[in-house]
């Protein structure tokens, strides 16, 4: 499958936009009783594929939803590099390994449960950092639906063709190590609250999750990417780790 990307022009606005994200970004205050973070980065293990039919009373139904297991592409392990060199020079940083599927579906409650039961980190830590996926309403189609994670949205519009986009759906979480309590929680989004996503062209979208080209995988993990360091270091600001 011949894999066309977005125009040039669009990749341009993108990258617009991430600047002015970064621009218009508040800083909240210190959080200055930390000194070490644990970083728990739980977002890049699994790509969804999500898409919204045209059937009648479609926002009854769920849409179709399809998952495939992408821990091997690295993404989290970026996401923890990522936020070690923004926050390196301020904090002491380490790594904490954990097991995915303890923080892939979660509530307040259950992430407290499972932040109390880790074992103890090589290095003592003031706080942990988790990196979580974060459920919004649909900006990308419209619909009545929510997008959540990593994933490729496809909506089917009725004589309209389709509307496809590259998501990157997370949230910040920092958590007192001892019981668990949130001390902050920031979702990474634009300054004007809105969720940020990339455009895809039909190409982009397989006939099955498992059937990936290698194409389709490398521009899947480029725009998560891209989306990620677009939106992580507001979210990091916002959360008042780093200025």
Same mark, same amino acid.
């Given at each position: ?11 341009? =606005? #993108? ?7 970064? =621009?218009? =970004? ?7 009783? !930390?000194?070490?973070? %644990?970083? !728990? ?10 898409? *919204?039919?045209?059937?009648?009373? &479609?926002?009854? /139904?769920?849409? &179709? /939803? +399809? #998952?495939? $297991? ?5 993404? @989290?392990? @970026? ?6 060199? #923004? ?26 449960? +499972? ?10 830590? @003031? ?9 919004? =309403? ?18 089917d519009l009725r004589?309209?063709? $389709?509307?496809? %986009? ?8 920092l958590v007192d190590? @001892?019981?668990?309590? *949130?001390? /902050? ?21 397989? +006939?099955?999750?498992? $059937?990936?080209?290698? /194409?389709? +995988?490398?521009?899947? &993990? ?6 990620? $360091?677009?939106?992580?270091p507001r979210a ?6 780093? #200025?």
């Amino acid at each position: 499958m011949t894999l066309r990307r977005s125009p040039v022009a669009a990749r341009a =606005a #993108f990258a617009l936009v991430a600047c002015i994200a970064l =621009a218009g =970004a508040t800083t909240k205050p210190s959080q200055s009783n !930390i000194k070490s973070i %644990g970083i !728990i980065a739980a977002l890049g293990d699994t790509c969804m594929f999500e898409r *919204v039919t045209d059937a009648p009373f &479609q926002w009854i /139904a769920p849409p &179709q /939803a +399809h #998952f495939l $297991e992408i821990s091997d592409w690295g993404i @989290d392990d @970026d996401i923890a590099a990522d936020i070690a060199k #923004f926050l390196g020079k301020r904090y002491l940083v380490q790594s904490i390994p954990i097991e995915h599927q303890d923080f892939d579906t979660w509530s307040y409650v259950s992430l407290a449960r +499972h932040i109390r039961e880790l074992p103890l980190p090589a290095e003592r830590v @003031d706080a942990y950092l988790v990196v979580l996926r974060d459920w919004r =309403a649909d900006e990308i189609g419209g619909s009545d639906h929510q997008v959540g994670g990593l994933g490729l949205y496809q909506r089917d519009l009725r004589g309209r063709g $389709e509307r496809l %986009g590259v998501f990157a759906s997370y949230r910040l979480v920092l958590v007192d190590p @001892d019981n668990g309590n *949130v001390i /902050a929680s920031q979702p990474a989004l634009l300054p004007n609250g809105r969720m940020l996503w990339l455009s895809a062209t039909p190409a982009l979208w397989p +006939h099955t999750q498992n $059937e990936l080209s290698d /194409a389709q +995988h490398r521009a899947l &993990q480029t725009d998560f990417r891209k989306l990620i $360091e677009a939106t992580l270091p507001r979210a990091l600001q916002r959360l008042g780790l780093l #200025f």
